[in-house]
Nanobody, 116 residues
Framework: VQLQASGGGSVQAGGSLRLSCAAARSLGSVGTMGWYRQAPGKQRELVATITRGLRTTYGDSAKGRFTISIANNKTTAYLQMSGLKPEDTAIYYC???????????WGQGTQVTVSS
């Protein structure tokens, strides 16, 4: 498994979850790590990304509530989600773009369910 995602689950509205994504060293050096999500019947959308230089980008739905970070070894990214809403319910996919390439790799997805 090249990308191992964990941390999904079920939570009530207003609660918090932290997702983790670990990239195998066989992928090469990480350029950007991030999270995307897909709700039933909807297109996959950006949640947040972070570069190895610590530059972050957030989707509109994540701004002010979610925080992405990356470990010092640049192989594990974390998504801290707070103030969760039912509309955050989706499968969350980890994504890695290998440094110096356009090669994108996807994790298997982790379910996040927020109940009202």
């Amino acid at each position: 498994v090249q990308l191992q995602a964990s941390g999904g689950g079920s939570v009530q509205a207003g609660g918090s979850l932290r997702l983790s994504c670990a990239a195998a060293r066989s992928l090469g050096s990480v350029g950007t790590m991030g999270w995307y999500r897909q709700a039933p019947g909807k297109q996959r959308e950006l949640v947040a990304t972070i570069t190895r230089g610590l530059r972050t980008t957030y989707g509109d739905s994540a701004k002010g509530r979610f925080t992405i970070s990356i470990a010092n070894n640049k192989t594990t990214a974390y998504l801290q989600m707070s103030g969760l809403k039912p509309e955050d319910t989706a499968i969350y996919y980890c994504n890695v773009v290998v440094l110096g390439t356009m090669q994108a790799h996807w994790g298997q997805g982790t379910q996040v369910t927020v109940s009202s």
